[in-house]
């Protein structure tokens, strides 16, 4: 999952954890081996995320169509 996250540094993603609740919106800002941090793309806010918790992501093209 690290190296993955890594190619998608600086990209509005939506990572999901393996609460299976949760989802996260915003700009992948940093990855580091034990975590990422994300900038929430509505009010700027970071938020840092352990790795061994993300479950999936995708890119998203927010505002663009």
């Not at 190619?7 to 990422?36: A, H």
């Amino acid at each position: 999952m690290y190296k993955i996250l890594k190619k998608s540094k600086g990209k509005t993603i939506r990572l999901y954890t393996i609460s299976g609740v949760e989802s996260y919106l915003g700009t992948l800002q940093d990855v580091n081996e034990d975590y990422v941090t994300l900038k929430d793309a509505m009010h700027g806010e970071v938020t840092y995320i352990a790795i061994q918790h993300i479950e999936s992501f995708h890119e998203t093209r927010l505002g663009k169509r």
